[in-house]
């Protein structure tokens, strides 16, 4: 496949996401605070960049999956924030556990600048997103075939 994402968070649970995409064949551009925890990716094919804004091309796809509501939130409207450079049919797909008041307002603000917030929170332990085996409760005011098409082919 010749699609690029982009991965903001390599924790516990985006570590192996992130491989499952790659595995998926898929590029994947990545963001993490720590970015010494990327190196599997990049090991695997996978950017790195240095800012959040980086992982994504206009009208392209990305996915957070990150430890609470504030750091999701400067990810996402900070500076070097992804939603001024994710654009108008981009697609976020954020796999953090928030709150709903949170992902009400980051889908409004998303659907301001004309792309998608798919809120897909997920349950399991990285193990279970490593084998394909994970739960989540996605939602989001306008599905986009092809997010939800990616999703369970890589966790």
Known sequence: MSETLGLIGVGNMGLPLGLNLIESGYKLRVYNRTPEKAQPLIDKGAQLVSRPADVIEPGGIVFTILANDSV??????????????????????????IAPATAVKLAAAHEEQGATYLAVPVFGRPEAVAAYRVSNLGRSPKPQTLAIALIPETY
């Open 72 to 97: 999701l939130e400067a990810v996402i409207q900070g500076e070097n924030g992804i939603l001024s450079q994710l654009g108008a049919g981009g697609i976020h797909i954020s796999m953090s556990t």
